[in-house]
C-alpha cells in the first residue's frame, strides 16, 4: 500500500469521466488499498480514483466519527439511479480543492446501484452525510467538482485562487496535506 499525490484544482485531469470497471484484478486490488490508505492520510471521509490521476469508476469512502472504529466502504461503477425531491443543504469540502469550504444543496436520498469487490451487484439506498458523499464522489467520476453546484462568481473566484497558486508554485498544491494552517483535520469529503 501507498500514499499517492491527491491531484489538486486546476489539474485537468479532475474534468476526465472516468471509465467502468471491468475486471478486479491485482492492479486494481492495489490501487483500492492505496486509496484507502491515501484517503485516510489525507484525512478524507472519500475519494474517487481520479483523484490520484487514475480514471476508473472507483470510490472509497468511510464515515466513522474520529474515535470509532474504521468503517470502510468500496463502491465500483457507481451510479444514482434514483434521487429523492427532498434536499440537503451540507458544507462540502474536497480533497482536489484543499481549504475551501462551501454550502451545496443536492437530494437528501438517493438509491445507488454499485458492483463490490467481486462485480456483484448492490444496491443502497443513503440519505443525509452518505448521500452526500456519494454524490459528490460519483461527481468526481463524471468530472464534476463540487464547486460547479455553486454559483458562476464563488466557483471563478475559487479557481482563479487555485490557477494563482499553483503558478506561483510552479504547478505544485498549495497545502495538499488537508489539514489547515493551525494543522487541524478538516472535514473534506473527496
Request: proline share 7%.
Amino acid at each position: 500500500m501507498a500514499i499517492r499525490d491527491i491531484l489538486i484544482l486546476p489539474d485537468k485531469r479532475l474534468r476526465l469521466v472516468s471509465e467502468p470497471v471491468k475486471t478486479v484484478d491485482k492492479p486494481l486490488r492495489t490501487l483500492i488499498d492505496d486509496m484507502y490508505e491515501t484517503m485516510y492520510a489525507a484525512p478524507g471521509i472519500g475519494l474517487a480514483a481520479i483523484q490520484i490521476g487514475v480514471p476508473q469508476r472507483v470510490v472509497t469512502m468511510d464515515l466513522a466519527k474520529k474515535d470509532d472504529p474504521p468503517e470502510p466502504r468500496l463502491f465500483i461503477n457507481p451510479e444514482i439511479v434514483w434521487s429523492s425531491d427532498d434536499a440537503s443543504v451540507y458544507e462540502e469540502g474536497c480533497l482536489s480543492i484543499p481549504e475551501y469550504y462551501e454550502e451545496v444543496e443536492r437530494p437528501l436520498t438517493v438509491k445507488v446501484r454499485y458492483l463490490d469487490i467481486d462485480l456483484k451487484p448492490q444496491e443502497i439506498e443513503a440519505t443525509d452525510l452518505l448521500a452526500t458523499c456519494l454524490q459528490h464522489e460519483i461527481d468526481h467520476l463524471n468530472g464534476v467538482l463540487f464547486i460547479d453546484h455553486i454559483s458562476k462568481l464563488k466557483r471563478d473566484r475559487v479557481m482563479k485562487k487555485f490557477k494563482k497558486a499553483a503558478k506561483l508554485s510552479g504547478g505544485d498544491k498549495p497545502n495538499s496535506d488537508g489539514l489547515s494552517d493551525d494543522k487541524e483535520p478538516s472535514h473534506h469529503i473527496g
